[in-house]
């Protein structure tokens, strides 16, 4: 799912290039609204079958974009690895730009980039970075 995430989220960045303001600083809310966003689509096909369009709201998204925002994003700021997001995320769009098949989607199953769903949220495993290692208490 780690390539959906850099599509949606690529698309927003390809969108705001040259955007009459320009801004310095990592783009949190967009990543995290692009995570919600997906959760939202991949919640409504959950069954397998379509189960309608989820109402994308700030009442029905706060939550959840915040809960990305000071989770799973915040670890990424913290470890430093936003500007390699960044970077993959811009060189996906450039080669699915160019009618390639981007590199995440080539890579071999050992090593490419995968995600699961847990509790509702969807986790991005990337091979770059080494496994969190278990809670204590799981």
């Known amino acids: 799912m780690a390539d ?9 960045l390809r969108l705001i290039k040259g955007s009459l303001y320009e801004i310095e600083c990592q783009p949190v809310g967009a990543l995290a609204l692009s995570a919600v966003a997906l959760q939202f689509a991949v919640g409504a096909w959950s069954t397998g079958a379509f189960l309608g369009t989820p109402e994308f709201s700030r009442i029905t998204a706060e939550g959840h974009t915040l809960g990305y925002i000071k989770g799973t994003i915040a670890e990424i700021i913290k470890r430093r690895k936003f500007p390699l997001l960044l970077k993959k995320t811009e060189d996906f769009i ?19 980039a995968s995600s699961s769903l847990y509790g509702g949220a969807i986790f ?3 091979p770059s970075s080494p496994a969190r290692p278990p809670a204590d208490d799981e």
Do not use: Q
């Not at 959906?4 to 927003?12: D, Q």
């Open 124 to 126: 991005i495993h990337d």
């Open 94 to 112: 450039r080669e699915a730009d160019a009618g390639r098949t981007p590199a995440l989607l080539r890579s071999s199953s050992t090593g490419r």
């Open 4 to 12: 959906y995430v850099l599509e949606v989220f690529g698309n927003h």
